[in-house]
């Protein structure tokens, strides 16, 4: 049992085509001892009731799917889970959003693993304009670049498909989808690179967020926290199910 | 548009080109669509003269020119046309919209040597994307049919620097693309072209700011751009100790 008091079904599955990294794992050894609580419900939502309805429709599609949700004293809503759809690719999920009086970037990730390809989708969103606000970007963004620089070669060539994803990302967005390869050593540097950014989002930025002072930012910075949400929500290829619990 | 060897004529002047050097016509291609537009030529940005740009330098690293113009909706478009160390063209345009419009900047950037064209498209929006999204519905979308046919070009790449992809729009495409075969060539040319030819159109089309306050920070926001551009321009900080500071400062005054 963690200090959460949960004890979250980490262990995926080995499929028939491949056996996948094991990622939801190497970030639970993370989360396992943060101080968070469990999150029943979030927006008027009762979690462990939309999980169940969650998993009926992933059993329709010959899917399976774990999530769990947490808070603390800073984050509102931290979320890490995984699905295997139709027993041939399995997505780790991971996001985390600040509390109403902290202004530190949500960090949605996500890793999709098959047999031939691996995707991920890292970043940390800002929650201002940071052209404008050239100090949120050297207090939250700029520690980001030596791991950013690290991980390189995950990324694609050309940018994310997407353009609301490209017009939200932060300067240090990894999104690619290499190849597997044989050896699938491309599949545990993304695993890795997912474990690194989750890490140091929550040892440097969260670990370290101070609460906003001035109420006219802290009133943008919510505007602005609510609209990428909404956008994730109406626009996230995983869709529901999965978008609904990216929210 | 009359080609005259090494020179083309553009407005009321005859301007160097480097096609008979080998190089491709990128600046005629720049100037058949600038051509269109209502171009007067300035001498001076922000109380100082850019004259010696304007008329062309000739230094032992660099020979070119930068020419600025206004139009009634933009503050300053640049064109540069240079020979860097006698084996690479560098030419540009820049675009920067005046403080009653919204539309976003214009960066288009060729750099050619013998094997390979770099390239830098992009429309710098002046709003923040996320706060605005029919912003980017109304000026940048539109790119989407180019940045979809060109974005797989070869040698395509996310930029390096953190600073310039923090300013960039959704629709940003750079990379270094291998001269060997015509297709690219023809592709890169393109590329610049349908870039340029839609911002005069989106630019033809804007209408002026209503909101004060809307405009105050469009205004606060180019000047930050602005400022970024100056400080981290890599062009410029490479070509320091070749040409000086005083023709360096002239030069980001022209671009940005």
């Known amino acids: 049992m963690s200090k959460l008091k949960l004890d979250m079904n980490v262990e995926l599955p080995a499929l028939e085509e491949f056996q996948p990294v094991q990622l939801p794992e190497a970030c639970w050894k993370i989360l396992r001892d943060c101080d968070f609580e469990p999150l029943e419900e979030f927006e008027g939502i009762n979690i462990a009731e939309n999980r169940e309805k969650v ?47 902290y202004d530190f970037p949500a960090m949605p990730m996500d890793m999709a693993e098959s047999e031939k390809h691996v995707y991920i989708g890292a970043d940390l969103v800002p929650l201002t304009d940071i052209v404008i606000n050239d100090w949120y970007r050297e207090k939250y963004l700029d520690g980001f670049e030596p791991l950013y620089k690290q991980y390189l070669d995950l990324l694609d060539p050309t940018p994310n498909p997407m353009h609301w994803f490209r017009a939200i990302s932060s300067p240090y967005v990894i999104s690619g989808r290499p190849e597997a390869g044989s050896d699938r ?15 140091y989002w929550l040892e440097e930025i969260v670990a370290k967020a101070e609460p906003m002072k001035d109420p006219a930012h802290k009133e943008y910075v919510n505007k602005r926290k609510a609209k990428i949400r909404d956008e994730f929500r109406r626009k996230d290829p ?5 978008g609904d619990d990216f929210g | 548009m009359v080609d005259h060897g090494e020179q083309i004529f553009f407005k009321s002047e005859t301007l160097p080109t480097f096609t008979e050097r080998g190089f491709q016509p990128i600046l005629e ?32 690293f660099l020979k070119g020119y930068f020419k600025t113009y206004q139009t009634d909706k933009c503050e300053k478009i640049t064109i ?30 060729w750099s050619e040597t013998e094997s390979v064209i770099s390239v830098v498209v992009d429309y710098i929006p002046l709003m923040d994307l996320v ?17 979809t046919k060109y974005k797989e070009l070869p040698g395509m790449a996310p930029n390096r620097f953190a600073w310039s992809r923090m300013l960039f729009s959704p629709y940003h495409l750079s990379g270094h693309i291998p001269k060997q075969d015509e297709h690219n060539i023809k592709a890169s040319l393109e590329l610049m072209q349908n870039y340029l030819e839609l ?58």
């Open chain 2, 80 to 109: 540069c046309n240079c020979i860097l160390m006698e084996r690479i063209l560098t030419s540009a345009v820049i675009a920067i919209p005046n403080d009653d419009y919204e539309l976003p900047m214009l960066v288009l950037e």
């Open chain 2, 131 to 147: 706060m605005r999204e029919d912003y980017r519905v109304k000026y940048l979308d539109p790119l989407d049919q180019y940045w």
């Open chain 1, 185 to 199: 050593a491309v599949v545990k540097r993304a695993s890795d690179c997912f474990v690194a950014y989750l890490k």
């Open chain 1, 55 to 101: 998993k009926e429709k992933m059993k329709d599609m010959d899917s399976s799917m774990v999530m769990n949700y947490f808070q603390s004293e800073k984050i509102e809503k931290l979320c890490l889970g995984w699905t295997v759809i139709m027993k041939s690719i399995v997505v780790t999920m991971f996001s985390g959003w600040p509390r109403d009086n």
């Open chain 2, 199 to 256: 911002w005069i159109d989106l630019c033809r089309k804007a209408d002026p700011i209503t909101d004060d306050t809307h405009k105050k920070y469009v205004k606060a926001r180019k000047a930050q751009i602005r400022k970024i551009f100056r400080e981290n321009d890599e062009g410029a900080k490479s070509l320091l100790q070749m040409v000086g500071k005083e023709i360096i400062d002239m030069l980001l005054l022209c671009s940005f």
């Open chain 1, 238 to 242: 995983g869709g529901p199910p999965l």
């Open chain 2, 29 to 60: 291609t720049f100037c058949k669509e600038l051509d269109t537009l209502e171009l007067q030529p300035i001498d001076t940005i922000e109380g100082k003269s850019i004259k010696l740009l304007r008329d062309g330098i000739e230094r032992p």
